[in-house]
T-cell receptor, first 109, second 115 residues
Framework: GQNIDQPTEMTATEGAIVQINCTYQTSGFNGLFWYQQHAGEAPTFLSYNVLDGLEEKGRFSSFLSRSKGYSYLLLKELQMKDSASYLC??????????FGSGTRLSIRP | DTAVSQTPKYLVTQMGNDKSIKCEQNLGHDTMYWYKQDSKKFLKIMFSYNNKELIINETVPNRFSPKSPDKAHLNLHINSLELGDSAVYFCASSQGTGGRTDTQYFGPGTRLTVL
């Protein structure tokens, strides 16, 4: 909803790599956030992209293409603790952050 | 030394009652927010205050009234609670000067159940 889309659920194997995609409305775009939310807990900040390209931060990387309205979050060397929801959030020019409904990622041993 | 705190953590109440949720941040941020996360986990902004001034007011029933006594506090009062108000309410704060500085720091959430 609200012009931001990401898959509802994904499953991956411990030690593997997973890519979570997000598409958003391009007009009024001012940046893109990724948040992690474990069940029953608050969302926590993972990354922020405003320019095109890949930003790497340890096992997590985030990519942005402004012309395509597309971002992805790449998680490497998956651990069981990475089982969580991953929220893509688009920062609009009205100083408002619009969240996607999140991708629930399950890691299997 | 909790950064953003909310009380209560759980709130169970009857339909028609009035209740308040309190939020405090000790990060020195200028902007505070209230979000509602429903059963489908969709996180939706309700209100935003910058230095005690209301800057975002989404399409929220006027039964919901935020109050910011100072920039470190943002409370949410809900009148005449309805079943559909059951959700997790998150308070958040940010420096609020644009871009990365609007990274939201969330409180632990208040799980409201209306019976």
């Amino acid at each position: 909803g609200q012009n931001i889309d990401q898959p509802t659920e994904m499953t991956a194997t411990e030690g593997a790599i997973v890519q979570i995609n997000c598409t958003y409305q391009t007009s009024g775009f001012n940046g893109l956030f990724w948040y992690q939310q474990h069940a029953g807990e608050a969302p926590t900040f993972l990354s922020y992209n405003v320019l095109d390209g890949l930003e790497e931060k340890g096992r997590f990387s985030s990519f942005l293409s402004r012309s395509k309205g597309y971002s992805y979050l790449l998680l490497k060397e998956l651990q069981m603790k990475d089982s969580a929801s991953y929220l893509c959030a688009w920062y609009s020019s009205a100083s408002k952050i619009i969240f996607g409904s999140g991708t629930r990622l399950s890691i299997r041993p | 030394d909790t950064a953003v705190s909310q009380t209560p953590k759980y709130l169970v109440t009857q339909m028609g009652n009035d209740k308040s949720i309190k939020c405090e941040q000790n990060l020195g941020h200028d902007t505070m927010y209230w979000y509602k996360q429903d059963s489908k986990k969709f996180l939706k902004i309700m209100f935003s205050y910058n230095n005690k001034e209301l800057i975002i007011n989404e399409t929220v029933p006027n039964r919901f009234s935020p109050k910011s006594p100072d920039k470190a506090h943002l409370n949410l009062h809900i009148n005449s609670l309805e079943l559909g108000d059951s959700a997790v309410y998150f308070c958040a704060s940010s420096q609020g000067t644009g871009g990365r500085t609007d990274t939201q720091y969330f409180g632990p959430g208040t799980r409201l159940t209306v019976l």
